[in-house]
C-alpha cells in the first residue's frame, strides 16, 4: 500500500471525525457558549450545508491548480477551522469554526480520490479510494464516542484540540509522502484530468455521469433517511433501552468499515454488477428491518448489514463517476454532495413518514423505496452502458 494512501486516510479520519463527535458534544457546547439545544444543533447542520456548497465552490475555484497542492490547502483549511472552535469564545465563532472546517470536507474526498486511485495500478483504483475512505469509515465508528469520552473528562474544546492535531498530522504526511502529480504504477500511468473549470464542465455532458450522481443521492438518500430516526425504532419498536444506542451504532459503524473494503474489492472486478447488489442488497435489508424490528436479535444483525451493503457501493461510484467524466475533480465533489443532498432528502421524507403516523419502522420501509429506485438507475446506467463483464479500465 503506497504510503501517499496512508496519508490521504488519516486526512479522512480527521475529517470524519470533526463530522461526527460534535454530537456527543452539544449539550457541553450549548451550556459553554449558553445557547439554546436547537442552537447548538446547527453546529451539525450548518456543517452539512456547507460540506454540499464547499464540494462544488472550491473544486471549481483550485480546478488549474495542481491537486497536491490543493489537499495541502484543504487541509489547512480544516486545521484552521477545528482551530478556531477550540478556541471559540462564542457561540457565532464556533459555527464559523465548523463552517470553514466543513467548506473541505467534499473537495478533499472528491480530489483525494482521484489522487489515491493515481497512486495503485488501474485494477485496484477502487481498493484504494477505499483505504482512503477507511478513515471516515473508522471516524464514524469511533467519533460519537470520542467526543463524548474527551469531553467528559476533559472538555469539549480538547476534542477538537485533538481534531486539530490529527488535521497537522495529515497535513504534514500528505505534504511528505503524496506525489506532486499523478504517478506511474508499475507501468501504468496515473488518470490525466481536465484541465480548467470549462474543460471540467464538459465532463457533465455524460449521461452516465448523470446516472450515477442519481443512483449515488437516492442510495445515500433511502439509507440515511432510515439511519436518521433509527435510535427511535431501536428503543420504541425493538426495546432497547437508550444506553443500548450507542453500543448499536456502533455496530452500525462496523458495518460500514466492512463495506467499504469489500465493496472496494468487489468494484475492481465487475463494478457495475458489484453495485446493482450492493444497493438491492442495501433495499432487502431495510425492509427486512422494517418487518423485522420488533426482534432484538434480528435488529442486531440487520444494522450491521445496513451499513455494509450501504457503504459497499462508495468506491466503486466515486471511481465510477469520475471514469465517465474523464477525471475531473468536480465530478468527484459533485458525488459528494450528491450523497449530502440525498441525506437531506432521506430524512425528510423519513420525517414525514413518522409525522403521517406512520410509526418508527415506515422511515425503513421509505428508505427501501427509494434505494430501490437508484438500484433500477444503476441497472439502467449499466445496461446503457453494456458493461455487464468486467470493466476495470476508464470509459472513453
Given at each position: ?94 459555527l464559523l469554526g465548523r ?87 508499475e507501468g501504468h500511468p ?64 462496523v458495518g460500514l468499515v ?139
Open positions: 500500500m503506497p504510503s501517499g494512501l496512508v496519508a490521504l486516510a488519516l486526512g479522512g479520519f480527521g475529517i470524519g471525525l470533526t463530522e461526527f463527535l460534535i454530537a456527543g458534544l452539544l449539550p457541553q457546547v450549548a451550556s459553554s457558549l449558553a445557547v439554546s439545544e436547537a442552537a447548538a444543533g446547527w453546529l451539525i447542520s450548518g456543517y452539512a450545508l456547507s460540506v454540499a456548497v464547499g464540494a462544488i465552490a472550491l473544486t471549481a475555484a483550485t480546478a488549474r491548480l495542481p491537486r497536491k497542492n490543493v489537499l495541502v490547502g484543504l487541509v489547512a483549511l480544516f486545521v484552521i477551522g477545528n482551530l478556531l472552535s477550540a478556541l471559540a469564545p462564542s457561540y457565532p465563532v464556533m463552517v470553514v472546517a466543513a467548506l473541505c470536507h467534499g473537495s478533499f474526498f472528491g480530489i483525494g480520490s482521484l489522487v489515491a486511485r493515481s497512486l495503485v495500478a488501474p485494477e485496484r483504483k477502487s481498493r484504494a479510494v477505499a483505504v482512503m475512505f477507511a478513515g471516515l469509515t473508522v471516524a464514524n465508528v469511533l467519533g460519537v464516542p470520542f467526543g463524548a469520552l474527551v469531553g467528559e473528562r476533559w472538555g469539549w474544546r480538547a476534542a477538537f484540540w485533538a481534531v486539530t492535531a490529527i488535521g497537522v498530522l495529515a497535513l504534514a504526511g500528505i505534504a511528505a509522502l503524496v506525489p506532486g502529480r499523478p504517478a506511474t504504477v496515473g488518470p490525466v484530468p481536465p484541465s480548467g473549470l470549462r474543460a471540467q464542465v464538459r465532463a457533465f455532458r455524460s449521461g452516465q455521469v448523470w446516472l450515477t450522481l442519481a443512483a449515488t443521492a437516492l442510495g445515500y438518500g433511502g439509507m440515511f433517511g432510515a439511519f436518521s430516526y433509527i435510535a427511535y425504532t431501536f428503543t420504541e419498536v425493538g426495546g432497547f433501552s437508550p444506553a443500548d444506542v450507542a453500543w448499536l451504532l456502533m455496530v452500525y459503524g466492512v463495506g467499504n473494503l469489500i465493496g472496494g474489492r468487489a468494484a475492481d472486478g465487475d463494478r457495475d454488477r458489484a453495485l446493482v447488489l450492493s444497493l438491492l442488497g442495501l433495499t432487502v435489508t431495510l425492509a427486512l428491518f422494517g418487518l423485522l424490528a420488533t426482534s432484538a436479535t434480528a435488529s442486531v444483525v440487520l444494522v450491521f448489514l445496513m451499513g455494509l451493503f450501504g457503504f459497499a457501493g462508495v468506491p466503486g461510484l466515486i471511481t465510477r463517476v469520475t471514469d465517465y467524466a474523464h477525471g475531473a475533480a468536480l465530478a468527484a465533489s459533485a458525488n459528494v454532495s450528491a450523497s449530502n443532498v440525498g441525506n437531506a432528502l432521506g430524512a425528510w421524507l423519513g420525517g414525514l413518514a413518522i409525522t403521517a403516523g406512520l410509526g418508527y419502522t415506515a422511515p425503513l420501509y421509505v428508505g427501501a423505496g427509494v434505494v430501490l429506485i437508484s438500484t433500477v438507475v444503476m441497472a439502467v446506467a449499466a445496461r446503457q452502458a453494456g458493461s455487464p463483464g468486467r470493466r476495470t479500465g476508464r470509459p472513453c
